[in-house]
């Protein structure tokens, strides 16, 4: 789920989904929005048919997120567009190599990208720190231990100079 880390005003934003959608302390935060810090705004955004506005955060992080190729792409510019120049972009996703460990993912290649994937669609102005297949260790349904990879894009947009005084 896409989210942003707070801007020079110290404000923070991110997308919210139906509660229904999410449980446990992987989902909704337990604090409800009323006892929520106010510096953080919440808002509930479909980002396929709204795109964030751009240049307006510090930190773009999307985590696992699961779309098909064209609306993938589509979603993954427009993050990459809503980084402030000297910001930061991170995407973070199962390895399409996972498919192969026995550990159920959804059988849909289409589903999976590689680092590479992502880095692709920025353009040469962009840093990239991080563009890798993280391992980390996974356990099959009948308790077979394996390795599964994360695909991992750390990126950041170059600071603009500011003119001389």
Not at 19 to 44: D, H, K, V, Y
């Amino acid at each position: 789920m896409p989210s942003g880390l707070p801007a020079r005003d110290g404000r923070c934003s991110r997308p919210t989904f139906p509660a229904s959608r999410w449980s446990g302390p992987l989902g909704m935060p337990a604090t409800p929005i009323r006892q929520r810090p106010a510096r953080i705004e919440w808002r509930q955004v479909d980002l396929l048919a709204r795109a964030p506005e751009p240049g307006c955060f510090d930190l773009v992080s999307a985590q696992f997120l699961q779309l098909p190729p064209q609306p993938r792409t589509r979603l993954f510019t427009a993050l990459a567009a809503a980084v402030r120049d000297g910001g930061m972009l991170l995407v973070v996703g199962h390895h399409p190599s996972d498919l192969a460990t026995g550990v159920p993912r959804p059988p849909m290649p289409e589903l999976f990208y590689t680092p590479g994937d992502i880095a692709g669609l920025l353009d040469g102005s962009w840093t990239v720190e991080v563009c890798e297949a993280r391992p980390r260790p996974a356990s099959t349904p009948d308790g077979a231990e394996v390795t599964i990879h994360d695909t991992v894009l750390l990126a950041t947009r170059p600071a603009v100079a500011s003119p001389p005084p």
